[in-house]
């Protein structure tokens, strides 16, 4: 049974920083794709990253380019997402995905996503 468990979430001031971790089991990363998302209240679910497992290729949003950054730990089956330079409208549940494909085209489509976590809540304020 696949699962996909997050954590490392909290509430931050402005400026501040997270790390996210997302530990997987019953999946091999081998040349899949996994990627970070995040939902707002009253706000669609949008892709933030995404790592392609084969050879650490990351992609961004443009909205956290230069202040988020995902990696990988095989050996721990982990992916992480540190967060920094954190604002007040990154505020959102957090959700690790992971793709049974490493087609990396679209990958801020939750579409392209066939497992989920259950979320972490990230909430920065002023």
């Known amino acids: 049974q696949v699962q996909l468990v997050e954590s490392g979430g909290g509430s931050v001031q402005a400026g501040g920083s997270l790390t996210l971790a997302c530990t997987v089991s019953g999946y091999n990363f081998g040349q899949n794709l996994l990627g970070w998302f995040r939902q707002a209240p009253g706000k669609e679910r949008e892709g933030v990253a995404a790592i392609y497992a084969a050879d650490g290729s990351t992609y961004y949003a443009d909205s956290v380019k230069g202040r988020f950054s995902f990696s990988q730990d095989n050996t721990e089956n982990t992916v992480y997402l540190q967060l920094n330079s954190l604002r007040p409208e990154d505020t959102a549940i957090y959700y690790c995905?992971?793709?049974?494909?490493?087609?990396?085209?679209?990958?801020?489509?939750?579409?392209?996503?066939?497992?989920w976590g259950q979320g972490t809540q990230v909430t920065v304020s002023l």
């Open positions: 995905a992971a793709a049974y494909s490493g087609l990396f085209n679209a990958w801020a489509s939750a579409d392209r996503y066939q497992l």
